[in-house]
């Protein structure tokens, strides 16, 4: 991973851990997605708290220099996706995500270790 790359990662998962998501996971997507090397996936409890999410990442990003490329779902706050390009953040509610279930989707997508950079609980 390029320092850069691994400083926006570390940047979504502590803008996440700082609004206090929940099950937070890093999938490392090169070679098996076109889309992004990495996609952060989390969940909030809530509709405010999935949007206070996804706007502390959006915004933390943001202060770094980083593009955002896209943005969706944010007035829904079901599944948020943001854009980052080499990071794709999915921001879902906690229903909505075992749903879709991404993790068994992308299973095949070896886990980053992101545990230090998480707030013990």
């Known amino acids: 991973m ?3 790359v691994e400083n926006l ?5 502590k803008a996440a851990d700082d609004k206090r998501a929940e ?3 890093a999938l490392d997507m090169k070679g098996i997605s076109l ?3 990495y996609f952060f996936i989390a969940h909030g409890n809530s509709d405010k708290q999935v949007q206070a999410i996804a706007r502390e990442i959006k915004d933390e990003a943001d202060k770094l ?3 955002i490329k896209r943005m ?3 007035d829904e706050a079901r599944w948020i ?5 080499d990071v794709v953040c999915h921001i879902f509610h ?11 989707l992308w299973g095949d997508a070896p886990n980053v270790d992101i545990r230090e950079w998480i707030t013990p609980e």
């Open 35 to 37: 889309i992004a090397d």
């Open 72 to 74: 969706e779902g944010f």
């Open 2 to 4: 390029t320092q850069k």
């Open 9 to 13: 990662l570390k940047t979504v998962v």
């Open 23 to 25: 099950e937070l996971l």
């Open 81 to 85: 996706l943001i854009d980052l390009g």
């Open 65 to 67: 220099g980083y593009t």
């Open 94 to 104: 906690r229903e909505d995500r075992s749903y879709y279930n991404l993790e068994r």
